[in-house]
């Protein structure tokens, strides 16, 4: 008697589990293993393609198949309506897009037969062609030494600059001069010795980071002991967080900002299609999940948001449902969001975890709080974009305000060099970015003038070219 009540609470907890279904879900992705930053154009190495196809292979498994399987998805061949696959203009990420579709969908062998009566098997095994689309955003993001620099946002620009004139930042800086000038060996002048400061605590740490899995021997290498590298790879997340993110001045966040819109407009799509539109797939850089993990408090569930997530890593945001699809697709109250993340590459044995979001402590969230919470800080359009970031020309000259006779005057006097942009220079300078005569040029006459000229030129503002 006991045993039939106990297996009946059982097989009732069994059908309540199973009663829940995947609609759909979004992945941002960093990208594998590279070649350092300074050493640019980056390349996808070996070793990188390898784990963002084990990450690939997992949410093959994860998401086309098994119990969290995305409500209807094509398991074996590829239904293109049902995916969104996007990276910025960028060999690093695009490939390691290309990679993840490699193990997400794998060949499939299909025999076409022709109004001739010919038949035709399709190349290499029935690779499945995926196409990953460009998004605007990141530009030649991993060929940039920092976040910003792939942003064309002012407003950011200029706070995360404010970062360098902070008293955290001149502590470090001051309090780690020896130990960075003991590194400068092993650097073996990728960058030159002068740069290998705080300052540049994510490009230092990158090329020994790179260099401790790629190079056989280093020059120095005693110096780089266990406690070395990890007094690096601190000091860089240090850095790198307090470019990304300060929670009483949130445009810094601006690449997170820009996230949560795109996360909240594919699970509109989802919603709005009922469920036809299923898996969003992004590539990005590590520094857009620390922009966004500010935004999220995740750092309230743990201080390791605050480090740079490592090569491979994913979150993802599940849309679920408890209810009975048999009914028909969900109302807007009976779907739930869930968010999980896994530092590095997932797979079988390594999986992602939950995590709550917004400092709470539920593993899960109504669509509805999700949607709300995200949208407090969420850009979604350009005119939002515009506004937050301050700019006012190309695709922005149409929001601006004419009856606004403070911003018209702003706008008008475009040689104004405001002190929040002396910040600026600062950081061009730290990066040893572009050409010697626009630095100069820089000190004279202030950014804008810089970028116009940079645009006259056709140089992108965003790339950085190392020195040689
Ligand atoms: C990346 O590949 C390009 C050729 O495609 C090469 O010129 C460049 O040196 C490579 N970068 C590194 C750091 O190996
Ligand atoms: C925003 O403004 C900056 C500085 O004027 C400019 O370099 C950048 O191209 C602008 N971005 C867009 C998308 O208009
Ligand atoms: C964060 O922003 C505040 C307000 O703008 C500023 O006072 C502070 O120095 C900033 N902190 C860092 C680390 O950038
Ligand atoms: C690692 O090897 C590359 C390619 O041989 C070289 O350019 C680079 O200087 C080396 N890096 C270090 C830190 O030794
Ligand atoms: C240094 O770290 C590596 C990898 O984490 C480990 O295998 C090695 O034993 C450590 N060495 C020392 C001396 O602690
Ligand atoms: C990911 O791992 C790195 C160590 O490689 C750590 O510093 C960082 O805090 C971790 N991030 C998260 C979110 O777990
Ligand atoms: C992962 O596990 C699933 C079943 O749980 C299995 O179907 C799949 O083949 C496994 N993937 C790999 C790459 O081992």
Redesign the pocket.
Known sequence: MKSAVALSALSMLAAAEAAETVLGAYIFHRHGDRTPKALAPTNLTALGYEQVYTSGQYYRSRYLSGDSKIHGINEDEVKLSQLQVQAPVDNVLQNSAMAFLQGLYPPYQTVQTLASGQSVTAPMDGYQLIPVNTISTGSGSEDSGWLQDASSCVNAEVSSNSFFNSEEYSKLASNTEDFYSSIVPSINRVISDDEVTFKNAYIVYDIIHVAEIHNSSIPNEDVLTNSTLHQL??LA?AHEWGLAYNASDNIRAVAGMQLAGEIISYMNAIISTEGSTKLGIQFGAYAT?MSF?GLVD?PKA?????????YA?SMVFELFTDSDLSAGFPGADDLQVRFL?H??TASNSSEPTVFPLFGGSNNAMSWNDFQTNLNEFAISNTEQWCTKCGNSTGACAAYVSTTNDASAQQNSNDDRVSPAIGGVIGAFVTLVVVLGSLVAFMFVGGFRLVSKEALARGVPTTSIEPKA
């Open positions: 790879q601190t997340h999940f993990f995740l743990s201080t390791d948001f605050t480090g740079v997530v490592d890593s993340f530092n590095g």
